[in-house]
């Protein structure tokens, strides 16, 4: 196709290959894990939010991870649910650029969120008599702002560099638009992306990695010389946020590594599968490690939902 400068499609095609031969099935079950991944996580913000006792640092942070998790869904099962029903599964180029914003904002505040909530852990245990001094709203605030800002502008400028590209072909390897699926389709030099691209996605996940587990060396260090009961409060508080980091690192690895460099390889059910494991599983599985582990959390859902069955 002839290269020409800053040619955008009006229209993408996306891959959604033998998924359309059962639409209406497909679309059942993304319209059922869209209300629930609502559900799951309104019921947790919305205890947070409602009980004053759970206004507390590391409540706020699960608070802020749920709502990224709507945001992330949001961007995603829309579409999805109205492309199945359709008879050619497109979306406009605008529209890409969007979802490519708002699905790589999503997974990059989540891990910088988990990271701001293994400090506070850090702090909590480490510096228990510190905490109330250092943990205080003007450190809270900085900590949310600075994990929401700093996704936002990596990501705008990733988005940026994307929108200079002609494309020369118009058929995404997904079901919905990221970056790289993007870039890929262009006919000009792609290395900058490319190097932008890796760049972002490790930087964020190696600052993650090494401050959750700087964090969690101390944490250890000081349950060791510690009691029983300082012994559990740790396990209590950080087995929840270890099983979402250790999960949502392994779907995010998944999708940087095997999506940028075997697609091809892959068979077509399984590539759906793993590009779909960032976006649905920690929605889900988040409210519910932190509604079942944490007693405040859960005491407050049932009781929320006891005096609603009593009305």
């Not at 905490?131 to 705008?156: Q, R, W």
């Amino acid at each position: 196709m002839e290269n020409k400068t800053l040619f955008h499609p009006p229209y993408l095609t996306l891959n959604f290959g033998q998924i359309c031969s059962e639409k209406y099935i497909y679309s059942s079950i993304v319209m059922f894990g869209y209300l629930l991944i609502i559900a799951l996580n309104a019921a947790v913000i919305s205890s947070i939010a409602l009980h004053k006792s759970l206004h507390e640092p590391l409540y706020i942070f699960i608070a802020v991870l749920c709502i990224n998790g709507l945001y992330g869904s949001s961007s995603f099962f829309p579409g999805l649910f109205y492309n199945l029903l359709q008879e050619t599964q497109t979306i406009s180029y605008v529209a890409c650029m969007v979802q490519i914003f708002c699905i790589h904002t999503y997974g990059s505040i989540e891990m910088t969120i988990l990271t701001a909530m293994a400090y506070d852990r850090y702090v909590s245990i480490c510096n228990p008599l510190r905490y109330n001094t250092i943990m205080t709203s003007s450190t809270i605030f900085k900590l949310i702002a600075g994990a929401l800002l700093c996704p936002n502008f990596l990501v705008g400028v990733l988005v940026m560099l994307t929108v200079r590209l002609p494309l020369c072909q118009t058929e995404i390897l997904k079901i919905y638009c990221d970056n790289w699926s993007v870039v890929r389709l262009s006919c000009a030099d792609t290395t900058i992306n490319n190097i932008y691209g890796l760049f972002i996605a490790y930087w964020i996940m190696g600052v993650a990695f090494v401050s959750i587990f700087y964090s969690y060396i101390k944490i250890f260090r000081v349950c060791v010389k510690s009691s029983k009961e300082v012994r559990d409060k740790a396990l209590q508080t950080c087995t929840p946020h270890l099983i979402t980091f250790v999960n949502f690192i392994l779907d995010i690895s998944f999708e940087i590594l095997l999506f940028r460099f075997v697609p091809s390889k892959l068979p077509y059910e399984l590539r759906v599968i793993m590009s779909l494991q960032f976006l649905v599983i920690p929605p889900i599985l988040n409210p519910v490690i932190y509604g079942l582990k944490m007693k405040e959390i859960k005491s407050r859902i049932i009781r929320m939902f006891k005096r609603n069955i009593e009305k």
